[in-house]
């Protein structure tokens, strides 16, 4: 199984600043990929930043040039450093983590979901 606890959501005034974090635990070694969603209310859960083995990441057009997404191997972290906030970031940010083999809850392939942590930014 893996455990992801999220942290650094907040308020923050439109055009600030905010970085989240985020740690995984246990099976690690089957980890594929982390990376963050959002979801705002009435909206579809979306990809924000994701990042491979390879360290390669792919971003929202939405965010590329704003946001930033590291990884810190380890300590088995990943973290979402957001600039230039506007309204339309405001969500509820997750972290994901897609877990395939030996400890995963499907074996096959299964996602991993951080509790959630929200960014609320206000004009």
């Known amino acids: 199984q893996v455990q992801l606890v999220e942290s650094g959501g907040g308020l923050v005034q439109a055009g600030g600043s905010l970085s989240l974090s985020c740690a995984a635990s246990g099976s690690i070694q089957s980890i594929y990929a982390m990376g963050w969603y959002r979801q705002a209310p009435g909206k579809q859960r979306e990809v924000v930043a994701a990042i491979g083995r390879d360290g390669r990441i792919n971003y929202a057009t939405s965010v590329k040039g704003r946001f930033t997404l590291s990884r810190d191997n380890a300590k088995n972290s990943v973290y979402l450093q957001m600039n230039s906030l506007n309204a339309e970031d405001t969500a509820v940010y997750y972290c994901?983590?897609?877990?395939?083999?030996?400890?995963?809850?499907?074996?096959?392939?299964?996602?991993?979901w951080g509790q959630g942590t929200q960014v609320t930014v206000s004009s």
């Open positions: 994901n983590a897609y877990c395939a083999g030996d400890g995963c809850y499907d074996p096959r392939g299964y996602d991993y």
